[in-house]
C-alpha cells in the first residue's frame, strides 16, 4: 500500500482510501501494544514480554513494515523487557532493534520466565508448540494472540489467561490445566 501512495504522490493522484488503511494499520499495532498491557494489569514497566514472530507475514524473512516492529517499539517505550523468537527472520531483525531486544532461535527460551507471550505472526511452527511446556517455562501463563490462531477453549484448559483480538477473553481453568495434555491439533483455532 505505502509503494500506491507513494506512486500516487509521484504522480499527483491521491489515493485516500489507501492512505486511511495505512493509519488504520498502524492503530491496530498500538492498539495491539496497549492489549498486551491491559493483559498485564494495566503496566508493562517490569514485565517481560515475548513475542513470537517478528517477519511480515508467515514463510519469508521480510521484516519490512512488519507488524513486530512497531509492537515491539511501543513495549520498549513504555518499559517492557523484550524477547522475540522467528523461525526465519531474526537475521534481518538483528539490526533493527536496539541490544535490550534478546532474540533467540528457539521458541521455549523466547518464552522462559516471560509475563506473557504475544503471537505476532501465524508461524505454523506456535501452532505446533507443545503450549504445556511453554506454559511451564512461562512466568506467567499470560498470551495474548495478535491472530487468534489459537482455540481459546483450548488455551484456558491448558491454564493460559488467553487474550486476541475481536474475541473475548478465556481465564485459566485451574481444574483441568495441570492433569490435562492437549496437542496441537487442540490448541489451533478452527
Known amino acids: 500500500m505505502r509503494a500506491l501512495v507513494g506512486a500516487g504522490e509521484r504522480h499527483s ?28 494489569g494495566g503496566r508493562l514497566n517490569g514485565h517481560r ?20 516492529l512497531d509492537v515491539i517499539r511501543n513495549l520498549l517505550e513504555h518499559g517492557a523487557e523484550v524477547t522475540a523468537h522467528d523461525p526465519c527472520a531474526i ?41 504445556n511446556r511453554a506454559r511451564q517455562v512461562m ?5 495474548v494472540d495478535g491472530r487468534n490462531c489459537l482455540d481459546p477453549r483450548g488455551m484456558a484448559r491448558l491454564g493460559f489467561r488467553y487474550h486476541a483480538v475481536g474475541r473475548p477473553s478465556t481465564q485459566a481453568d485451574p481444574s483441568t490445566h495441570q ?12
Open 13 to 40: 493522484t491521491a489515493f485516500g482510501i489507501l492512505e486511511v488503511a495505512l493509519q488504520v494499520n498502524a492503530a491496530q499495532r498500538v492498539l495491539f501494544a496497549e492489549k498486551i498491557r491491559q493483559a498485564l
Open 49 to 68: 514480554v515475548a513475542v513470537l514472530g517478528l517477519a511480515f507475514k508467515p514463510g519469508t524473512d521480510d521484516v519490512r513494515e512488519a507488524p513486530s
Open 91 to 131: 537475521g534481518n531483525a538483528t539490526p533493527l532493534f536496539p541490544p535490550q531486544v534478546r532474540l533467540t532461535s528457539d521458541p521455549y527460551d523466547c518464552l522462559s520466565g516471560a509475563d506473557a507471550a504475544a503471537i505476532v505472526t501465524e508461524w505454523p511452527d506456535y501452532l505446533r508448540l507443545d503450549w
Open 139 to 143: 512466568r506467567h501463563p499470560v498470551l
Open 179 to 190: 492433569a490435562e495434555t492437549i496437542g496441537p491439533a487442540q490448541v489451533a483455532s478452527a
